[in-house]
T-cell receptor
Framework: EAGVAQSPRYKIIEKRQSVAFWCNPI?????LYWYQQILGQGPKLLIQFQNNGVVDDSQLPKDRFSAERLKGVDSTLKIQPAKLEDSAVYLCASSFLATGELFFGEGSRLTVL | AQKITQTQPGMFVQEKEAVTLDCTYDTSDPSYGLFWYKQPSSGEMIFLIYQGSYDQQNATEGRYSLNFQKARKSANLVISASQLGDSAMYFC???????????FGAGTRLTVKP
């Protein structure tokens, strides 16, 4: 089966610009996650969707980050305006069971100059 | 709140030897799952092994085993017969049953020496 798809793989922008990342989860996976992984750290959960509803966005910096999952399938994470500290890999993951493992995409590496 | 602690930023092991990566956790959930992921330099997160809090036996998957000590709240990963391809970051993670979010530790960088 196809894995979690993410794009773009790499993005370089200047601070105060905007950027959007796209994720398509594994077919049939109701739960979708966006994680931020800063170099040398573990992934940090930004937002979690169950179908097209938000379950947890407590760690999402809502003044600049937004995410949506229309139709309960693919999802978009947007950053506007970007700051230098947003440089990180943005990982999308999905799961079938609420208690099972997460399946990750290859990530989108963002560099903010 | 859930918390995962990995106290070893880096570990070295000789090829073909065994290595233990430490993980301790804290949670108020009565039941939970513990996971280990491998992240090679290419960046993808690869699921390795899972242990449920009510599982009586330690989980094993090929060369990976999880040394689960519930009373001590530890879930150490043991890799037997290390290979050069095992060099990577390793993350311990936890998910409470009935909670969908998964929290990760800071990771341990394992380097396997020839």
């Amino acid at each position: 089966e196809a894995g979690v798809a993410q794009s773009p793989r790499y993005k370089i922008i200047e601070k105060r610009q905007s950027v959007a990342f796209w994720c398509n989860p594994i077919s049939g996976h109701a739960t979708l996650y966006w994680y931020q992984q800063i170099l040398g750290q573990g992934p940090k959960l930004l937002i979690q969707f169950q179908n097209n509803g938000v379950v947890d966005d407590s760690q999402l910096p809502k003044d600049r980050f937004s995410a949506e999952r229309l139709k309960g399938v693919d999802s978009t994470l947007k950053i506007q305006p970007a700051k230098l500290e947003d440089s990180a890999v943005y990982l999308c993951a999905s799961s079938f069971l609420a208690t099972g493992e997460l399946f990750f995409g290859e990530g989108s590496r963002l560099t903010v100059l | 709140a859930q918390k995962i602690t990995q106290t070893q930023p880096g570990m070295f092991v000789q090829e073909k030897e065994a290595v233990t990566l430490d993980c301790t956790y804290d949670t108020s959930d009565p039941s939970y799952g513990l996971f280990w992921y491998k992240q090679p330099s290419s960046g993808e997160m690869i699921f390795l092994i899972y242990q449920g809090s009510y599982d009586q036996q330690n989980a094993t998957e090929g060369r990976y085993s999880l040394n689960f000590q519930k009373a001590r709240k530890s879930a150490n990963l043991v890799i037997s017969a290390s290979q050069l391809g095992d060099s990577a970051m390793y993350f311990c993670a936890m998910r409470g049953m009935g909670r969908d979010d998964m929290r990760f530790g800071a990771g341990t960088r394992l380097t396997v020496k020839p």
